[in-house]
Each structure stands twice: as structure tokens, then as C-alpha cells.
């Protein structure tokens, strides 16, 4: 399969390119800068500029792109970055798919979402089927989806990629808490009871490539671990994986002094579960936080 991929320098498209290179697919990256390698073509999505032609050569269509939302400390400067590195990557691409004739689009358009679209759902158990929550993320969420409509309308299969935490030591969720724990100082965010929605690094990956092939499945799909655990027991297993002391905790408010807005993002409280992808069948190789911290740290 051609496979065009925007965001591919990033945590997770690395990985991604990776592994679908190794499966046999052919990968060309969308870069802003010039091409340095036969695999690139430059485009500027911030102007609304991609060659159409590098999107019918496609089969199918993965975009990654976005700001990292833990990258930095918020303000209304990086809010925006935040907001506009998703909608106009997605609006970029949807347009001109949308554009070419019917037989030059390619079959499907995975584009990246987050599990940021419910909001703070506290100990409510939410599906895809579950409305938008409130709140800066969720707002982004809803117009970087609604951006994938021109695609959508033009008959592509789109898939909105709700992905929650990823699990692998060199980033994410896990990459900042690693240190701290090693010198035992790791412990819990805020009280603890907020739910972190996780998933494997090999399952996330497992399940791109099972939704690239599945025809039947479309829409918001959870990218997310059969079994979401609280801050406090993700801060429990974490510290026995590690064989350090997990005793301490930072206060919510030391959190909003180090990163501003986003310390309401580290507190929420976001209790999904995988509803599309358990109905289809897809096979968790690591449906429980043990094992996905195993991997991450060792693999």
C-alpha cells in the first residue's frame, strides 16, 4: 500500500513509519521544508498549499501532525499553536482530497484526535458515541474533527483517531515521570483519582494497521486500553515496575505554577474504553497496565 504520512518526524509517527515500512508499505512524508529524501514532499498547510498529486499517488492517508500538548508551558501564544497545528493540517488535506476526481482519492483518511474530545468525565465510563466534554482540548477536538468533513462528505472512509496515553519510556506520558521515580520521588498528580486512559505502544501501533485494513469501521474510534486505571494506581504500578517508593505526590497547585493551563489537562479526569475497536475484535497484546508498563520500559 502507498501510504502518505504528515507528522512522521513525531513520537508516534517515527514508530508508525517504522512499522509499516517493516510490514512492506510504502511511506512518503509530508515535510514543510525542502525534500531531502526520495520518501518527502514539502508542503505548507499553514498557506492551504499541497501538490494534489502527491495525494492521488496515495492509497491511503495518515495524518499525525500537531503540536505536542505537554511540550510546553500554555499561554494564549501556544494555545493557539496548539489549535492551529491540527486544523490546518486536517483542513489541508480533507480540502484537497475532496478535490480530485473520485477515482485519484485515496480509500481512506486516518486522522489523529484525542481522547481530550470528552472532557472531564470523572468516573463516567464513555464511547465513541459520547458527546464533546468541555474545555480547551475538547473544543480543539471538535473542530480538528470537524475538519476531516470535506474528505468524509467525498465518500473517503475517514477515521478519527481518539488516542489516549501512550506508554513507552522516550516519550509521552511515561518519559517525564521516569527520572523522578528512579530517585524516588515519584508519586501521584493532584489527589489521584482522576482515570488516565493508556495504551501500549505495540497496541497503538497494532491498531493502525487494523483500522488501514478494515474497511467496515469509520468514525471516532478510542484508541485506548481495555482498562483504564486512576493516576493513583498508574503511580502504585509504575513505582513496583521501577522497584522504587512511590509516596509522594504533587499538589495541584504546584502544577499550575509549572505548566499554566495545562495543569487542568494533568487533573482531568477522562474514564474511556475501546467501544469500536472491542466490537470489532481487535486483540490487545497488552489489555493490562502490568504488561504495557513491562513493555514500555524494556522494549
Not at 6 to 29: C, E, I
Not at 82 to 97: C, E, F, G, P, Q
Request: positive net charge; proline residues 6%; hydrophobic residues 45%.
Amino acid at each position: 500500500m502507498r501510504i502518505l504520512m504528515a507528522g512522521a518526524s513525531g513520537f508516534l509517527g517515527t514508530r508508525l513509519v517504522d512499522r509499516l515500512t517493516a510490514d512492506g508499505h510504502q511511506v512518503t512524508r509530508l515535510v514543510r521544508r525542502a525534500p531531502r529524501t526520495a520518501d518527502e514532499r514539502q508542503w505548507n498547510p499553514s498557506a492551504a498549499q499541497l501538490d494534489p498529486q502527491v495525494v492521488a499517488d496515495a492509497n491511503a492517508v495518515i495524518n499525525l501532525a500537531g503540536a505536542g500538548v505537554g511540550d510546553k508551558r500554555w499561554n494564549d501564544a501556544y494555545k493557539q499553536v496548539i489549535r492551529s497545528s491540527r486544523v490546518d493540517t486536517t483542513t489541508t488535506l480533507a480540502i484537497t482530497i475532496a478535490g480530485l476526481a473520485t477515482a485519484d482519492r485515496p480509500a481512506v483518511l486516518l486522522n489523529s484526535s484525542a481522547v481530550g474530545w470528552y472532557g472531564n468525565t470523572g468516573d463516567r465510563v464513555v464511547e465513541e458515541d459520547a458527546p464533546a466534554g468541555e474545555g480547551f482540548l475538547a473544543d480543539v477536538c471538535r473542530v480538528w474533527e470537524a475538519a476531516t468533513r470535506p474528505a468524509e462528505d467525498a465518500g473517503v472512509r475517514v477515521v478519527r483517531l481518539r488516542t489516549g496515553l501512550p506508554l513507552h519510556r522516550d516519550g509521552g506520558l511515561l518519559k517525564p515521570q521516569l527520572l523522578p521515580f528512579r530517585l524516588g520521588v515519584g508519586g501521584r498528580l493532584g489527589n489521584g483519582r482522576q482515570w488516565l486512559p493508556w495504551i501500549s505502544m505495540r497496541d497503538w501501533l497494532d491498531a493502525l494497521t487494523f483500522l488501514l485494513s478494515r474497511d467496515d469501521l469509520a468514525g471516532p474510534v478510542n484508541l485506548v486500553g481495555p482498562h483504564p486505571v486512576t493516576n493513583a494506581e498508574f503511580t502504585r504500578e509504575l513505582g513496583r515496575q521501577l522497584h522504587r517508593p512511590a509516596v509522594m505526590w504533587v499538589p495541584g497547585v504546584a502544577l499550575k505554577i509549572a505548566l499554566g493551563g495545562f495543569a487542568h489537562e494533568a487533573l482531568t479526569s477522562t474514564r474511556v474504553l475501546p467501544g469500536v475497536l472491542s466490537k470489532a475484535g481487535f486483540d490487545w497484546t497488552h489489555p493490562d497496565l502490568p504488561g504495557a508498563l513491562r513493555a514500555a520500559l524494556t522494549e
